[in-house]
C-alpha cells in the first residue's frame, strides 16, 4: 500500500502514528503531476482517494486511462457521474461514497471528545454550546427555501 500526500513527510508521519506495517509513504502533488499520478496509478490495483471531492475526476481520469479500480469517500458530484460511461467502457469499477460516512465522521467525533474529557472539559456542555450557535446561525436562502416546502 502506497500513503500520499503533497506534504513533505506528512505520509511517513501518518504511517508511524498509525502503525501501518506494509506502506510507502510518496510525497505527490496529485493535482499538478499528471505524470507522476498516472505512473502511480498504473503501478497498483486500486486507488482510493481521499482528496476533496472536486478533484476525483482529475484523478478518475487517470484511473480510467491505466484500466484500474477506484474508490472514494465522497458523495458523487456531477464531475464523477459525468464518467461513469468512460469508466463502464473500460471495464474498471468506480464506487463513490465508500467507507467514510458516517465511520470516519464518528471516530473522529470520539476522539476530539476523549480529547475534551482528557482535559477536564465537559463534552455535553460543549455539545450543546455548538447546537445553541448552529440554531442561532442565519439560514442560506437554499435552506429556507427547502423549509418551506416540506
Not at 56 to 78: N, R
Not at 118 to 141: C, F, H, M, W, Y
Request: overall charge negative; glycine content about 4%.
Amino acid at each position: 500500500m502506497t500513503v500520499v500526500s503533497s506534504v513533505e513527510n506528512e505520509a511517513a508521519k501518518m504511517i508511524s502514528q498509525y502503525n501501518f506495517e506494509n506502506c510507502t509513504p510518496v510525497v505527490l502533488d496529485c493535482i499538478n503531476d499528471n505524470e507522476g499520478l498516472s505512473s502511480l496509478i498504473s503501478s497498483h490495483d486500486l486507488t482510493i482517494s481521499l482528496l476533496p471531492y472536486v478533484f476525483h475526476p482529475h484523478v478518475c481520469e487517470k484511473v480510467i486511462s491505466a484500466g484500474k479500480q477506484m474508490v472514494t469517500a465522497s458523495y458523487l458530484s456531477d464531475g464523477m457521474a459525468a464518467l461513469d460511461e468512460k469508466a463502464k467502457a473500460a471495464g474498471i469499477t468506480v464506487m463513490n461514497e465508500v467507507g467514510v460516512d458516517p465511520g470516519i465522521d464518528h471516530m473522529l467525533a470520539m476522539e476530539l471528545f476523549d480529547e475534551l474529557k482528557d482535559n477536564g472539559e465537559d463534552v455535553q456542555e460543549r455539545l450543546e454550546l455548538l447546537k445553541i450557535q448552529s440554531e442561532a446561525k442565519p439560514k442560506t436562502r437554499s435552506e429556507a427555501s427547502r423549509q418551506k416546502n416540506f
